[in-house]
Each structure stands twice: as C-alpha cells, then as structure tokens.
C-alpha cells in the first residue's frame, strides 16, 4: 500500500496516459521568436512524417496559443479553415490523403502567450531569462508537436532573441545570425532522434565556458557550461570540475557518447536537475545556495 501512495505522487500518476502515437514525426524544424520583454511567443513549426496508416494527424497545442496558419505539402487545406481560430480542444487534427509508408509535411504557425513549457523569468541581475521545462508531456503548451515520449524525432531550432542574449538549444550551433533590427538568430541542429520531453531552448545574458572534450579515447564530445555570470568561476570549480570524467566513465561503461556535444545549463527547471538532450538543465537556486553537487551532475550525464 505505501509503494501505491508513493507512486501516485508522481507527476506521471496526475492523468491517465490516453495519449497514443498515431503517425512517425521524423523531423521537427522550429522557428521561434522570443520578445524582447513580456512573454508572447511567435512560432513556426514544420514537421516532416512518415505515414504509418490513413489516420490524420494529430499534433498537441494548448488552446491558448492560436493558430493561424497550417500547410499541408505547402498548400493550405480548406478543411481546416474552421477550426484554426476558435480551438477547444488540445489536439489539432489535420487530415491527408496519403498512403501508409508515404512522407508528408505539415507548417503551423501561431503565437500566444503559453501557460506552461515555456517560462519567462528573470536572471540574477533583472534581466530577461527564458526557459523550456517540458518533463513529461509540458511541450504541447507552447510547441505544435505529437508530445508523446514514445515517438521521437530528429529537430532543427532557429531562435529569434533581442542582441545580446545567447541561445541554447539541443545539439550542435551551426550560426549565428545578425538581423538590421537589432536582434540575432541562433541556429541549432540535432541529428540524432530525441523525444519531444527533452527538446527545448534557453535565452539568457549566459557566461559559456568551454571545458576540455570528453572521451577522445572513444570519441570525442565538446562540452560547456551555460551559466549566469556570478556562478560561472563557481560552477567551473565546483559541481562541473569532473564533468568530463563522467563522460569518459560512462562511455567505456555503457557505450559511446550519442550525440555531438554536451553543455551544463543553469536555468529555471522546477526539477534538481533535468537531462534535456545534450542541454542539461539545472536550477538557478541550487547555483545561489551552493547545493549543485558532482552527484547530480553524473546522474544528468548518465540519462544522455
């Protein structure tokens, strides 16, 4: 009986999993655009899949982000028209004519102010720190995605933020882009297939340092920290100052390194520590209290 009670406090317990994966999202290229202040968030997201029966697809979106736009192949679907404005439901149907086995691209373009999975906070010094926080199924409130762990995808991100602000995303930044008007955007790609649970972004004023790579016995892993600037010379000598070691370890004990890098995020997950892919995020107070310990660190690294 105590072992139910316990598992019923987990997050997971909070509803019945009636989410099912109903088609194979290959491929998700996100366009985000953050503000300068406030929390309204414009997006684009075009997904590539790869039909497994005649069902439509359903893509997750809370109803407080409105869509205003879907492509299907690029051109828009008439059917469809009524139901952009007015949602009252999460799941989005977007039906198609295709075969099983074929490949089909969906765009969704909205924007909204989202209630969860996206948290607009502040750094230590007052300025604008944004953050993803989409453990378990968290992603559907700002992102048109299938959130169900089950299906996972590969993903580019290109993140609009004002100048001066890095981005950080999952996987390898491949540029950096400066717009006329004053902002930057941030272009990351991960090729190897996550789920929608880890997929996420940062936007802060970060101190990145570099740490040596990790595992060139095996193969090499390029890794970082992403801090805020009072805790970098900290976390360096602190929680981080083995963080290679750990990856050396794990890759001889369980298997090479799976992805191009690895960066150590201080950030405003609601968690002790979150194992995003190849972007582990940490919280903020746990850098102000000095309670981030070499535990925590191996444990987020042995998730990846």
Avoid at 9 to 15: F, G, I, T, V
Avoid at 103 to 119: D, N, S
Avoid at 150 to 169: C, L, M, N, R
Wanted: net charge negative; glycine share 6%; charged share 20%.
């Amino acid at each position: 009986m105590l072992l139910l009670l316990l598992a019923l406090q987990q997050p997971l317990s909070a509803r019945a999993d009636t989410l099912t994966q109903v088609q194979d999202a290959a491929n998700y290229d996100f366009t985000l655009v953050l503000p300068d202040s406030g929390s309204h968030l414009l997006g684009q997201v075009q997904t590539r899949w790869h039909l497994t029966s005649t069902r439509p697809i359903e893509v997750q979106l809370d109803t407080a982000m409105r869509v205003v736009r879907v492509l299907m192949d690029g051109k828009p679907d008439a059917r469809l028209a009524r139901t952009l404005y007015g949602r009252d439901q999460v799941t989005l149907v977007i039906p198609h004519e295709q075969a099983p086995g074929d490949t089909i691209t969906t765009m969704i373009r909205y924007h909204g102010y989202p209630r969860a999975g996206l948290v607009f906070g502040k750094d230590p010094e007052g300025q604008a720190a944004d953050f993803a926080d989409n453990w378990p199924d968290h992603a559907h409130y700002w992102l048109p995605v299938q959130d169900v762990p089950a299906d996972k995808a590969t993903a580019s991100f290109h993140i609009e933020v004002p100048e001066g602000y890095q981005a950080i995303a999952n996987g390898a930044l491949e540029r950096v882009d400066t717009l006329p008007r004053g902002r930057t955007v941030w272009h990351y790609r991960i090729a190897e297939p996550i789920p929608v649970y880890t997929m996420v972004v940062g936007v802060a004023r970060f101190t990145v340092t570099s740490l040596p790579d990790a595992a060139c016995a095996v193969r090499c892993v390029p890794m970082a920290l992403w801090t805020f600037s009072r805790d970098s010379a900290w976390a360096g000598q602190g929680p981080f100052r083995r963080a290679g070691d750990m990856v050396d370890y794990f890759s001889t004990l369980i298997g090479p390194f799976p992805y191009e890098r690895l960066s150590h995020v201080e950030s405003a997950t609601r968690f002790g520590g979150m194992e995003n892919s190849t972007a582990i995020f940490y919280p903020e107070k746990a850098y102000l209290d000095h309670k981030l310990n070499e535990e925590t660190v191996a444990h987020e690294t042995a998730h990846q």
